[in-house]
């Protein structure tokens, strides 16, 4: 027995209602916020909180060596690890609320700090 497939005006209508709520969702739940300060953490504690509009550069100095943070047009990187694999500087530059680099050898970490809070796995 032969099963003939068609495709209906009802499925069009679902798939079209579908993709709107989708895409509804994705904005209004999935936003990304550009911040505004950075937060240092070197060994546990809190170094210091910069601005995102300045260009600056900050140097620690951990277990494995010297790392270099970078903040520079809003965005904020690690330029030099010492560390092995290289995992933070990897990741490039960050710029949105809640975005997190870490550089675990040295226990460096930064975040991107915003009007709101960003939520994410972490904070569940």
Avoid at 63 to 88: D, H, L, T, V
Avoid at 105 to 121: H, Q, R, V
């Amino acid at each position: 027995m032969k099963l003939r497939s068609k495709f209906f005006l009802g499925d069009s209508l679902i798939t079209f209602v579908s993709l709107v709520f989708i895409i509804f969702a994705f904005k209004t739940f999935w936003h990304f916020e550009t911040g505004s300060v950075v937060q240092v953490n070197f060994q546990g504690k809190t170094y210091g909180n910069f601005s995102l509009f300045q260009d600056k550069k900050i140097s620690l100095v951990g277990r494995e060596g010297e790392s270099m943070i970078e903040i520079k047009n809003g965005q904020a990187r690690f330029k030099y690890a010492p560390c092995k694999n290289q995992y933070c500087v990897q990741q490039g530059w960050i710029r949105f609320t809640g975005q997190i680099l870490i550089c675990i050898p040295n226990e460096i970490s930064i975040e991107i700090l915003g009007k709101t809070k960003a939520y994410d796995s972490l904070n569940y």
